[in-house]
C-alpha cells in the first residue's frame, strides 16, 4: 500500500527545503514550500517487496509538461539525482532509515558502486547523493504527511 507524503531537509542552512520533482524536465531540486506551483513536492511510497525497509520513491508532480508519474533516481556512480519513467533502474530503490533524532536518512540501493546518502543543499535548492551523513545535516530528512 503506498503512503503519501512531503520531504522536508532538515539541512541547518537557511534556503528551500522540500525535494521537488519536476516530471516536465525529470530534474529534481529542492523548493521552498509544498503550496502551488510546487506539486512535484508529493511523494509516494511504495515498500519493495523483496527488500526489507526500501521503498520507490513516485513524484506525483503535475505540473505542465509532466510525463506522468516519475521515479527518484540515484545515480550511485555520479551522485546526480533525476526522475526515471519506471522502477526499471536499480536507482529507483531507496532504503528509508531511522536516526536517533526521529528523521530519516534515505540510501540509494543503486547497484553501480559509489555514493548514496541523499543530501539537500538547502542555500542552492540543490539535492545530490553523498557518501556520508557526517558533517552533512543535509542528509536528515522529515517525512511529513500532508494535510
Do not use: Y
Not at 506522468?68 to 526522475?83: K, M, R
Not at 528523521?103 to 542552492?124: K, M, P
Amino acid at each position: 500500500m503506498a503512503k503519501l507524503v512531503n520531504f522536508r531537509c532538515l539541512g541547518e542552512v537557511p534556503g528551500n527545503k522540500f525535494l521537488d520533482g519536476n516530471t516536465g524536465t525529470n530534474k529534481v531540486a529542492l523548493a521552498p514550500s509544498t503550496a502551488p506551483p510546487f506539486t512535484g513536492t508529493l511523494w509516494s511510497l511504495q515498500e519493495v517487496p523483496s527488500v526489507p525497509h526500501a521503498f520507490t520513491i513516485e513524484c506525483m508532480g503535475t505540473g505542465a509538461g509532466s510525463q506522468g508519474s516519475q521515479f527518484l533516481d540515484g545515480n550511485t556512480s555520479t551522485g546526480e539525482v533525476t526522475l526515471r519513467p519506471n522502477t526499471n533502474f536499480t536507482g529507483t530503490r531507496w532504503l528509508l532509515s531511522n536516526r536517533p533524532d526521529g528523521s530519516h536518512t534515505l540510501t540509494c540501493l543503486g547497484d553501480q558502486e559509489g555514493v548514496r546518502i541523499l543530501d539537500g543543499i538547502t542555500q542552492a535548492g540543490k539535492v545530490h547523493l553523498v557518501d556520508t551523513v557526517v558533517g552533512k545535516s543535509g542528509t536528515a530528512w522529515a517525512l511529513e504527511v500532508p494535510a
